[in-house]
């Protein structure tokens, strides 16, 4: 109470804050920020506009006070005069934006409140609100409330910048144009930039010293949400060597739980422990609401809670006091215990039963076993770090993965080479022509220089060289040029020099700047080396892997090639197709893709391989029964079946009476002003033509083919109906905007200057609250958009086929089918893409799929439909639900959706297990003996479905 009444008395003391001064009357009116509720995404010439998008997924961070709007509109109307009655004067704009501020945040019992008002100094004038009739008609009032809603130094009551807890509110959407932005919007008004950047300084020692020193201290934590900008590091550099830690002592794990759990899990904890979290002295670290940082792209899991960092003395103090009252049984004594590290081993032959440390809590059988394990003494983890016996130093080619600086002789120095406003010196390394390649002197005769050229052509075409210094990766070489042309390998393997295709000079500087960007100085360029890095590894059929090079070329001067032949990387080793009975294992994990179950996960069980005849493999196969894949697969049909009726914007502004132009802005943004400085988003956001976006089901965007290279946007039935509802609602809108359809912007006064029987008067303020109610209530608000390459399901189409994949899983029947089969029938878990030739490439929405990547968060042999598809990515709706799958952007209630990435993926939907049928038919009539036990009857095509 003490702590309240004092903050009603002074301003907010948690973080310094000024008072509110009001302006100059020759002082324009500071502008309105409500950046806060943009997305950056919806910028327009610099002015943000509100995303209907955004404003519904903050609607629980900041939402509009209704209250208050209606509070600007009687401001707007009650004015001394006709000619403030005939357009809304500065004071009634200010108070609709303030209105359009979020709410005074909620308080909890026993935490701070701000003050609903700032107190003034008695020594400054108190300033007339907005509204008052303190102004002739002539001459607009400067309200010092636009101060208090926009201006750098406003108050928390008015923008909500504080929570309830204290915190600041760092505003990941205010436009940052300035460093002094940034630090206002993402550390508050009277951040002290000396102080965050030692503080981040001070991190940066503590993680070197974990790493290279041990631990150095069990206590520090940085206390801030976002980075400084880098030039004020450099400026604060000096104060490294004054900076310390304390070592102090790790938490036990009560302590530790405590720190870090949340109010509703306190139960985890003893009653004596996890009451804390409620009781007076430690609740205003563990509050039940609490504001959060949105994150940037919209994912919730990423936005950061902004709860209160642990104050370390006052957690102590009240915990010490609550542990020595309780009483803990035994188990809860040894849980409290720093025990000794544990060696975990896994074991796949073994089965462990671990119990469980919770009462209540089933024990669990796995194949890890663990031991006691004694770690080397490390006093206050100070050590010696010293390079092992056997490590290679020096100017040697480093190993894979391992980038330095050493392998390539080189000399560093400082210097300015920014064009920022920070006018620091940089590292650059200059790079020692003497260890090139070719050496690089330029008294050197032409004909020499050629035969340097063409001597590092033949040593460098079509073998790897190392490319990317320091960051080296493998790369095969396919051109070297010099001044006078190209060297490239022919068809026939041979050396030859040809016409470049870029002149030398161009070519040079272009190099020379991508060099010089990254800090390396690669001095007088004589020869260029033409190269495709490695990109992935990919394998065949039988399982062999090969390297595949990217299509797209890099270019270096040759004095950064060394002329070291690069390590073998264990990565990227081409690896010869095994033997069939070679390739299989038991207990191995494979996918059937004979006739009878195909797509089903199988188990080998055996391999046998009888003299003179084909490799018999035994195997289990896991079904749920002809009728599950038959009912997902008739729902994925009839998804695929639906096809929205789309027509042309033109044509549909042609029925509804509405200006072609106008509409297409309409579906896009319509940025009204409604102060000086800010503006908000009267459109519907269903298409964005700059960005490519759209939003699936709504709208789509096609190529022209009376244009080359022009585009035609078309909207659904249901975007339609959507916008003649926004049309009958607001005509006056419509009319507004079709009187200058060519504005970028629209004044407020002159887009709802049209009174009509729905507006009952003129009223642009309330009327312009109508319009933003209507959007956030609108189907189309809670739709994320998408590129316009991406096709995908409606919500309610992925939501119809979860449904039946969870009415299937109900009615499945597992059963274990023993089949023996030949190796062509088994497909074995994939680590690397198919060859292109052995790809399929025409997945389509609605396909039926099986995952055979044998790495990667999806479970091999997990079967799904598609349900999306952009580039080489495809999001599929799996059958059953795994713990890292996703809910597709709330459109689904399970965990069942995953992005995969084309080549992981079977098609199941296609027919080409047919292909299989005939080939086992004709092995039979061969000979072949049937039931698929035969010797080697089984010629199934395993890849068909690959074709």
Not at 200 to 212: D, E, H, Q, S, T
Not at 536 to 554: C, I
Not at 813 to 822: A, F, P, R
Request: aromatic share 8%; glycine share 6%.
């Amino acid at each position: 109470q003490q702590q309240q009444q004092q903050q009603s008395a002074e301003p907010f003391n948690f973080m310094a804050q000024s008072t509110v001064e009001a302006p100059p009357a020759e002082t324009a009116p500071a502008k309105t920020n409500l950046a806060r509720f943009f997305h950056p995404s919806e910028l327009k010439e610099g002015r943000p506009a509100l995303a209907p998008q955004v404003v519904n997924k903050l609607q629980k961070f900041e939402s509009v006070q209704p209250a208050a709007v209606e509070t600007a509109a009687a401001a707007a109307t009650d004015t001394p005069s006709a000619t403030s009655a005939a357009k809304p004067s500065l004071a009634a704009a200010a108070k609709l934006a303030e209105a359009l501020q979020p709410p005074a945040p909620v308080h909890r019992a026993g935490g701070p409140a701000a003050p609903a008002t700032p107190v003034q100094p008695a020594d400054q004038a108190t300033a007339p609100a907005a509204g008052d009739e303190a102004a002739p008609a002539s001459a607009e009032p400067q309200p010092a409330s636009l101060e208090a809603v926009g201006s750098a130094q406003s108050q928390p009551a008015n923008r909500d910048e504080f929570s309830a807890n204290g915190m600041y509110i760092p505003d990941v959407f205010a436009p940052l144009d300035t460093a002094e932005d940034y630090y206002r919007a993402k550390f508050g008004p009277k951040a002290s930039r000396p102080d965050i950047c030692r503080d981040y300084l001070l991190g940066l020692r503590w993680v070197l010293a974990y790493y290279f020193q041990g631990l150095p201290s069990w206590s520090w934590s940085y206390r801030h949400f976002f980075a400084p900008l880098p030039g004020d590091l450099i400026d604060q550099a000096y104060a490294i060597g004054e900076m310390s830690l304390d070592y102090g002592a790790p938490l036990k794990p009560f302590q530790q739980l405590l720190a870090v759990l949340p109010p509703a899990s306190r139960h985890l904890l003893p009653d004596a422990i996890g009451d804390l979290m409620l009781g007076e002295k430690l609740s205003t670290f563990f509050p039940t609401e609490y504001d959060s940082i949105p994150d940037e792209k919209g994912r919730e899991w990423r936005q950061v809670a902004l709860i209160p960092f642990l104050d370390e003395a006052t957690f102590l103090a009240a915990y010490n006091e609550a542990e020595s009252k309780a009483t803990f049984t035994d188990k809860e004594q040894s849980r409290n215990t720093l025990a000794a590290a544990r060696m975990f081993t896994f074991n796949p032959s073994v089965t462990v039963k671990n119990a469980s440390a919770l009462d209540g809590v089933r024990s669990t059988t796995s194949r890890c076993s663990s031991k006691a394990f004694q770690l080397w003494a490390m006093p206050e983890g100070k050590y010696t770090p010293q390079i092992l016996a056997g490590c290679w130093t020096g100017p040697v080619v480093p190993p894979p993965g391992f980038p330095t600086f050493n392998f390539l002789k080189n000399t560093q120095r400082l210097e300015v080479r920014s064009r920022s406003r920070y006018k620091h010196q940089t590292l650059m390394l200059a790079i020692d022509d003497k260890d090139a390649v070719v050496a690089q002197d330029g008294l050197l005769a032409k004909d020499i220089a050629r035969a340097r050229g063409a001597q590092l052509a033949r040593m460098c075409l079509g073998n790897p060289v190392l490319f990317g210094f320091p960051y080296v990766v493998e790369a095969e070489c396919c051109g070297v040029y010099d001044e006078e042309g190209c060297w490239r390998l022919s068809r026939r393997r041979q050396v030859i020099k040809e016409v470049a295709e870029e002149p030398w000079d161009t070519m040079v500087a272009r190099v020379r700047k991508g060099f010089l960007s990254i800090g390396l100085d690669v001095g007088a360029i004589h020869l260029i080396v033409q190269a495709l890095p490695l990109c992935q590894m990919v394998s065949d059929r039988d399982g062999a892997l090969m390297k595949q090079y990217a299509a797209e070329p890099l270019w270096a001067p040759a004095q950064v090639i060394p002329a070291q032949k690069p390590r073998p990387d264990p990565r990227f080793v081409e690896v010869a197709a095994a033997p069939p009975h070679e390739r299989f294992h038991k207990a191995q994990r494979v996918l059937y893709v004979g006739e009878s179950f195909y797509g089903c996960v199988a188990t080998v069980s055996a391999v046998k391989r009888p003299a003179g005849e084909p490799c018999v493999v035994h195997v289990k196969v896991v079904t749920k029964g002809p009728q599950h894949e038959k009912a997902l697969t008739a729902a994925a049909q009839r998804a695929q079946n639906f096809r929205p009726a789309y027509t042309k914007l033109q044509t549909v502004a042609g029925k509804l009476g509405i200006n072609a132009l106008v509409l297409s802005r309409l579906c896009s943004n319509v940025t009204v002003n409604i102060a000086e400085g800010a503006v908000v988003d009267l459109g519907l956001g269903v298409k964005f033509s700059r960005k490519a976006l759209c939003v699936n089901g709504y709208s789509r965007r096609r190529g022209d083919p009376g244009r080359q290279g022009a585009f035609i946007w078309e909207l659904s039935s249901r975007c339609v109906e959507v916008i003649r509802q926004f049309a009958e609602s607001f005509p006056d809108l419509i009319a507004g905007m079709a009187a200058s359809p060519n504005s970028d912007a629209y004044e407020l006064e002159d887009l709802f200057a049209v009174p009509t029987e729905q507006q009952g008067g003129f009223d642009p303020a309330a009327r312009l609250e109508q319009v933003l109610e209507w959007i956030r209530g609108c189907e189309i608000s809670s739709l994320p958009l998408v590129p316009c390459e991406c096709r995908s399901f409606t919500s309610e189409l992925i939501q119809e086929l979860e449904g039946q994949a969870r009415k299937a899983h109900q009615h499945a029947k597992e059963e274990v089918v023993t089949l023996k089969v030949g190796v062509e029938e088994l497909l074995a878990p994939l680590t690397a893409p198919l060859l292109k030739s052995q790809q399929q490439n025409s997945l389509q929405l609605g396909h039926r799929v099986v995952n055979i990547r044998a790495t990667g968060a999806c479970p091999f042999g997990a079967k799904g439909t598609v349900v999306s598809m952009q580039g080489d990515k495809v999001t599929v709706l799996f059958d059953d639900a795994f713990l890292s799958g996703g809910n597709l952007n709330g459109r689904t209630d399970d965990f069942r959706g995953f992005v995969v990435p084309h080549w992981s993926l079977i098609c199941l939907s296609t027919n080409q297990h047919l292909v299989a049928k005939k080939k086992q038919e004709k092995s039979k009539k061969a000979g072949g003996k049937k039931g698929g036990a035969a010797k080697g009857s089984s010629t199934a095509n395993p890849f068909a479905a690959l074709m």
